[in-house]
């Protein structure tokens, strides 16, 4: 038997921790706010900032919703504090930009519906067509039921479960800020094309694993149109609701005062930044459509084709929207351009349904009558297009009556009545209780091209036009106006 008692060696100096005590808490750290944030904050509390309406505990609650917001996308150190709008004002342009789009609601006020045809030489405006069916807004308490395709095939329940899983996500904004998450999901499901499916989901949300989507935290409604040279920041990209919010703005101006200039620049800017974050929904349909329908009403056929090219792309996608008015323009944007290849391609994509659709048919029809040299046949359809037609045929009219004056040069001899020319041109005034009108249009029209002294009022009174010395000056007039290609900013 061992003199000696064997104990265990220390193998460090601490004190062991007694079986009962807890290990001390790890203190979550705080957030920390810069100067300028703090600064921004103390603005909000003062008085003098104060807005009639917005009570204490509505713009604190907006400020504690909207701190936390930014900085979860990453944007808290990149926005210039110094004239970032007060939480109180926010919530102001929020509420008049929500009232302004109830009462348009309301009230009937939006811009687009269509009569069935347009005659005489009224044509109609941008802001006579109606957008109330346009998916803006939900009416409360009601609900897409779907198409019955979506019912039979059980379509709309997938797509329900694809919004809700697309939501959650979205409401993770670190999934939108962590690489690492991104390459994870990437690796987990594979490839997923950029291109979206013909049959995914319509709503709001975008998809969140598009790579190099911005989220947007600008709360400005109206914001002016910058061609990007860098990577766009998301203060100044403005989130959905707020695009909204502010399309419904701009609609409503654009009723009230026609500023093409200032309409044309905020809806560029809507385009731009519902590009930069990836949105494909109805709401993008409906910017573009409008904005195209804007654009034809001023003659910027350039401005016009941009969004037509964007708007194919959308409906390929299984986007709803006016696709029979919008198709019915892509042709006789074609028609205009004389871009033969892709016109055909546009009428090699038709379906049999398609072209029984109104503006789709009237096209084919104002196609065929140029085709075959029908003047008289195509200057009936112009006066019946149907929607904004006649804003793209007023691009090709002049040409086409160079063309139909001298045909009419060489078929009638020696002279006919000017009244036969007015008729036969489509000439109308544009004030019906203005006799003489179409009269008046048609001399100055054949004056443009040195040809008042061809108009002779005979001792009768009658006034003729000398088509047995015309011929020459309008055959040439009419090679002139068809020689070479119209090239045109936007050109598909």
């Known amino acids: 038997m061992p003199s000696y008692t064997s104990v265990t060696a220390r193998h460090t100096l601490t004190r062991p921790m007694a079986m009962h005590q807890s290990a001390p808490a790890v203190e979550e750290p705080k957030a920390k706010f810069t100067d300028a944030v703090r600064d921004w904050v ?5 008085p003098e900032n104060a807005v009639p309406g917005i009570s204490d505990a509505d713009w604190k609650a907006k400020l504690l919703d909207y701190l936390p917001s930014v900085q979860a996308s990453g944007a808290m150190d990149t926005i210039d504090w110094t004239i970032h709008p007060l939480p109180q004002q926010i919530l102001q342009q929020q509420r008049q930009a929500a009232a302004l789009a109830q009462s348009m609601t309301n009230t009937n006020l939006s811009p687009f519906s269509f009569p069935s045809h ?20 939900t009416p409360p308490g009601k609900k897409s039921k779907g198409s019955l395709e979506d019912r039979v095939t059980g379509r709309e329940k997938k797509q329900d479960k694809k919004q809700k899983k697309s939501k959650a996500l979205q409401n993770d904004n670190s999934v939108l800020l962590d690489s690492d998450a991104l390459r994870r999901r990437r690796e987990r499901f594979g490839h997923v094309s950029p291109q979206s499916s013909p049959f995914q989901s319509r709503d709001d949300t975008p998809a969140v694993d598009t790579p190099g989507a911005v989220v947007g935290t600008c709360q400005k409604l109206e914001k002016n149109y910058f061609r990007l040279t860098s990577a766009p920041k998301p ?21 009230l005062d026609h ?9 560029k800017s809507i385009r731009q930044d519902l590009t930069v974050q990836h949105f494909k929904n109805d709401f993008v349909v409906i ?41 019915g323009y892509r042709i006789l944007y074609f028609v205009f351009t004389r871009k033969q290849a892709d016109l055909n391609d546009v009428l ?44 793209l045929l007023d691009q090709t009219v002049p040409r086409q009556r160079l063309a ?23 000439f109308q005034a544009e004030d019906e209780d ?40 309008f055959e040439e007039a009419k090679q002139r106006a068809f020689k070479g290609n119209v090239d045109l900013k936007g050109q598909v």
Not at 42 to 46: D, I, N, S, T
Not at 118 to 127: D, L, N, P, V
Request: proline share 1%; hydrophobic share 35%; glycine share 6%.
């Open 348 to 391: 090699a994509d038709l379906t049999s349904a398609e072209k029984q659709m109104k503006s789709v048919k009237h096209a084919l029809q104002v196609h065929a009558a140029l085709a075959s040299g029908n003047y008289h046949r195509f200057f009936r359809l112009y006066q019946t297009a149907p929607y904004l037609g006649p804003y």
């Open 434 to 473: 203005d006799t003489d009108g179409a009269r008046r249009q048609c001399v100055e029209f054949i004056a443009e091209h040195n040809g008042e002294h061809l108009i002779q009022q005979k001792d009768d009174g009658a006034v003729r036009f000398l088509t047995s010395k015309a011929g020459l000056l």
């Open 235 to 255: 203060e100044e990209v403005r989130p959905l609701s707020v695009l909204k919010e502010a399309f419904a703005l701009i609609r409503e101006k654009w009723k």
């Open 118 to 137: 347009i005659t005489g030489a009224h044509k109609r405006k941008s802001s006579d067509l109606d957008l109330l069916d346009d998916g803006l807004d």
């Open 404 to 426: 139909a004056l001298a045909t009419i040069c060489k078929a009638y001899k020696q002279d006919v009545s000017l009244d036969f020319i007015v008729n036969e041109l489509g």
């Open 287 to 327: 910017v573009y459509e409008t904005h195209a329908r804007i654009a034809l009403e001023q003659g910027d056929v350039g401005e016009y084709n941009m969004c037509q090219t964007q708007l194919r792309s959308l409906y390929k996608m299984g986007l709803s929207g006016k696709r029979d008015e919008f198709t």
């Open 259 to 267: 500023n093409y200039h200032y309409t044309k620049d905020q809806l």
């Open 42 to 46: 103390q603005r909000a509390f003062a």
